[in-house]
């Protein structure tokens, strides 16, 4: 068998990366699912759906893990998780448990920035870091200032989309595809430093649950302590 030159191997590495990372876009479905079921039913309804689907999630990991039998239409999929992933429950249901718990607490548009920083922010990291990296941080060699700086600027231009004041009670996307309303810079920078810190800084524990909810939280606080000026 004819082994991968390091160019070959390091090539495969970045489409291992980018393959991953864009099956995290199914996550976007989540916050989709929620923002129709709640503006057509209800926010507790909503909630409740996003729960099925976790629950969903729950029982094809318990045929994967403790029963060891490979599902075909997602067995693929299966094969592009991380080394710790095998044997452990995967990122989607940290997102998953993450989404639930920021929209179940946080205003809307933190909660929506916070999910949408951990999918696309993440993914700005992985493939800038790893296809151009050349700077590592200071205290994780493994990661790079491409990747950090590029995550930052991703998750500040969701902020700026996401985390505006409503005109005449609501959001832009009501009703534009055009982005309206005051941009609340403060939550913006708060957000997305927090997220892109939260990012970096986390080897062990999984980054899916941590961002949405410590960057939402933050932002939340924020927006709390400032909200009377808006």
Request: zero cysteines; proline letters at 3%; a positive charge.
């Amino acid at each position: 068998m004819r082994r991968k030159t390091p160019e070959k191997q390091e090539l495969w590495s970045f489409k291992k990366e980018l393959i991953r990372k864009s099956i995290h876009l199914f996550s976007v479905v989540f916050l989709v699912s929620y923002v129709l079921v709640s503006n057509s039913v209800n926010h507790k309804v909503a909630l409740l759906f996003l729960s099925f689907m976790l629950i969903i999630l729950f029982e094809l990991e318990y045929v994967r893990l403790e029963l060891g039998e490979k599902i075909p239409f997602v067995r693929k999929l299966w094969e592009f998780r991380r080394d710790k992933e095998k044997n452990h429950m995967g990122g989607e249901i940290y997102f998953l448990l993450g989404s639930i718990i920021s929209l179940a607490i946080f205003d809307l548009r933190i909660a929506a920035t916070g999910i949408l920083m951990v999918t696309f922010g993440d993914m700005a990291a992985a493939v800038v870091g790893s296809k151009y990296g050349r700077h590592p941080l200071p205290f994780l060699k493994e990661k790079a200032w491409e990747g950090f700086l590029a995550e930052l600027v991703v998750n500040i231009f969701i902020g700026f989309l996401l985390l505006r004041i409503p005109a005449g009670g609501r959001m832009w996307w009501e009703y534009s595809y055009v982005p309206a309303g005051e941009p609340m810079w403060l939550v913006i920078i708060v957000m997305a430093v927090t997220a892109t810190v939260v990012e970096t800084a986390v080897t062990k524990l999984d980054d899916n649950l941590l961002v949405p909810v410590i960057a939402g939280f933050n932002g939340e606080i924020v927006y709390l302590l400032i909200r009377g000026s808006f």
